[in-house]
């Protein structure tokens, strides 16, 4: 399980800049507050100085609204994509466990509210939930035998498969600390995940087989389940970057460590159908597609705050100020950085979305009692994949 936790968090360090923003839903009531000090701030106009107490509503609108639905998207399939199906089909029972990711990567953000311009802010998302999974036929499970048997001797309950997943992690753990120092060492993550739930499939058309392992219809099967998903995050970064900053008549640059806390508590209720078929018993190919109802809140806190260095520039004075002020600038100061601090502190909640539509496809790799098994779901934009092994019986 250790190498599956280390091959999630070298998924989650290709979106790095997560750790930097990692933001949460739509409709957001979110508090944000600016603050500027130093000589940096000092060469700006007092007009200019209102517009950064004011800048925290440009931010939500322009950029928090826009990251939040990729975080959203991406806990809840990682928390429907939890429990290594597969094509749904369990004969007696099955142990297992995997990892679900989730994750999407947009174009960065340029924030412009009226002289104030913050360019190429990130906007990713991304999501991870490992599992351990435990499935069932109740048909066996009612002493019916296995749900391969003879036609004559299937009861209805082989037509039902009952998954269970859960699992509750520590990112503190030596392991995991190791993979993201190893991975990169601006980067510092502690936090916990708590997950589990169910899924109760119906195969509505029953799978059928030639008999020697040659070719082997999976069936229609229909599943519904609940899965539970807790998360709490906490990141630190600092990868010694600036961003360049427009504010006003000045010019200059913005680096500085970001700090990330967040709660996430999601109940989602997927309802799916899936089909599939084996060929020469080793492969099996499954899709299908579903739709599930969301439930939960999160919390969030971020903050980023680090050394600003302005400089009056000419083509900005001209673009941000009006001539008359514009003339009472002495042309000796222009060019002449300064330096100060430029602080950013967001806070909010936020309800999980509604409802979610998914794509699902996958393969198995079935070697003797050893099922591998890779599992993609697509909702919009978001990709969520969860790769695990089982042991079937």
């Known amino acids: 399980m ?3 936790i280390k091959l999630g968090i070298s998924y989650l360090h290709l979106y790095s800049a997560l750790t930097t923003i990692l933001l949460f839903i739509l ?46 998207e991406s806990a809840v399939l990682t928390s429907i994509n939890s429990s290594l199906m597969g094509p749904g089909i369990v004969n007696r029972f099955q142990i297992g466990g995997g990892m679900s990711l989730a994750g999407q990567k947009k174009e960065d953000i340029n924030v412009q509210y009226q002289s104030i311009n913050f360019q190429k802010l990130p906007n990713v998302g991304a999501s991870i939930s490992p599992n351990l999974i435990v499935a069932v036929n109740l048909g066996w499970l009612l002493d019916g035998g296995p749900s391969d048997t003879e036609a004559d001797l299937k009861t209805f309950m082989h037509r039902f498969n009952l998954y269970l997943h859960g699992f509750s992690f520590n990112f503190a753990q030596g392991d995991v600390q190791k993979a993201i120092e190893a991975q990169n060492k601006n980067v510092d993550l502690r936090g916990d995940i708590t997950s589990g739930g169910f899924t109760l499939r119906f195969h509505v058309f029953d799978s059928y087989s030639d008999g020697i392992g040659f070719f082997e219809f999976s069936g229609i099967s ?51 159908v899936r089909t599939g078929f084996r060929m020469f018993y080793l492969l099996t190919f499954f899709a299908g597609g579903g739709t599930s109802l969301n439930f939960g809140t999160t919390n969030l806190k971020i903050e980023r705050s680090g050394p600003l260095t302005l400089a009056l520039d000419s083509g900005a004075i001209a673009s941000s100020l009006s001539s008359e002020i514009a003339a009472l600038i002495p042309t000796s100061s222009l060019g002449q950085a300064r330096t100060g601090t430029l602080a950013l502190d967001l806070s909010g909640t936020a309800q999980a979305p509604n409802t979610t539509n998914f794509l699902i496809a996958g393969l198995e790799l079935n070697a003797l009692i050893t099922k591998i098994t890779l599992e993609a779901i697509v909702a919009q934009k978001v990709q969520s994949v969860m790769i695990g092994a089982k042991i079937a019986f």
């Open 2 to 4: 250790s190498q599956r």
């Open 27 to 72: 409709c957001l009531p979110i508090d944000a507050k600016v603050t500027c000090t130093g000589d940096a701030c000092a060469i700006l106009p007092t007009s200019v100085q209102s517009q950064l107490n004011s800048v925290d509503q440009a931010l939500q609108t322009q950029y928090t609204d826009k990251v939040l639905a990729s975080m959203a």
């Open 222 to 272: 229909l599943g519904m389940g609940m899965h539970y998903q807790r998360q709490v995050i906490n990141v630190s970064y600092d990868d010694g970057k600036t961003q360049s900053v427009t504010i006003g008549p000045a010019i200059g640059t913005w680096g500085g460590a970001s700090t990330f806390n967040y709660n996430s508590t999601i109940t989602s209720v997927p309802l799916d």
